[in-house]
T-cell receptor, first 111, second 114 residues
Framework: GQSLEQPSEVTAVEGAIVQINCTYQ??????LSWYQQHDGGAPTFLSY????GLEETGRFSSFLSRSDSYGYLLLQELQMKDSASYFC????????????FGTGTQLKVEL | NAGVTQTPKFQVLKTGQSMTLQCAQD?????MYWYRQDPGMGLRLIYY???????DKGEVPNGYNVSRLNKREFSLRLESAAPSQTSVYFC?????????????FGSGTRLTVV
């Protein structure tokens, strides 16, 4: 099947570094995206990896390895406001312009 | 810029009633989408419109219809609401075809069917 799997929950302390993993099974996709969603809010776009490797945007970095069918989102210098759900997502090649989301990871940042 | 605007923000329907969820974007995006999100779950695509004049089914289209009224507006209609359609509905839009530009989401419509 074609799906994106993520851990359901991750807990970390303020100021630490946390990695949220995303594994997938697909025959082809354009790239891996990451979205953040606070409780009751709209998802917001964080990053996109079209090619293998690391993309950095401030405290957030995202990584993709197509050979390993794996990606991750890295959050550094965690802040309480980073407590949210994080989703990886992709568009399959040849499948129409449809963004498919992973199962989501709820990140809890503690003092 | 308003981005993506959804109306209404909250709605309670009785089983069998119909309603239309409205969505408008002011970013001149070609593609628009309707997703639903159930508690503790990810977003599932209901319908999408890759460009003005086209619509296609997503993962969970049963019980819904859509209309791409023009480039700005994309509405979602529930003809006969069922309790299983209780959910949060998000509209989104994007410019690119490969997700590299990111999707912009509206603030959602919280629908309860009793």
């Amino acid at each position: 099947g074609q799906s994106l799997e993520q851990p359901s929950e991750v807990t970390a302390v303020e100021g630490a570094i946390v990695q949220i993993n995303c594994t997938y099974q697909t025959s082809g996709f354009y790239g891996l995206s990451w979205y953040q969603q606070h409780d009751g809010g709209a998802p917001t776009f964080l990053s996109y990896n079209g090619l293998d490797g690391l993309e950095e945007t401030g405290r957030f970095s995202s990584f993709l390895s197509r050979s390993d069918s794996y990606g991750y989102l890295l959050l550094q210098e965690l802040q309480m406001k980073d407590s949210a759900s994080y989703f990886c997502a992709y568009i399959l090649t040849g499948g129409g312009n449809k963004l498919t989301f992973g199962t989501g990871t709820q990140l809890k940042v503690e003092l | 810029n308003a981005g993506v605007t959804q109306t209404p923000k909250f709605q309670v329907l009785k089983t069998g009633q119909s309603m239309t969820l409205q969505c408008a974007q002011d970013m001149n995006h070609n593609s628009m989408y309707w997703y639903r999100q159930d508690p503790g779950m990810g977003l599932r695509l209901i319908y999408y419109s890759a460009s003005e004049g086209t619509t296609d089914k997503g993962e969970v289209p049963n019980g819904y219809n859509v209309s791409r009224l023009n480039k700005r507006e994309f509405s979602l209609r529930l003809e006969s609401a069922a309790p299983s359609q209780t959910s949060v509905y998000f509209c989104a839009s994007t410019e690119g075809m490969t997700a590299n530009y990111g999707y912009t989401f509206g603030s959602g419509t919280r629908l309860t069917v009793v």
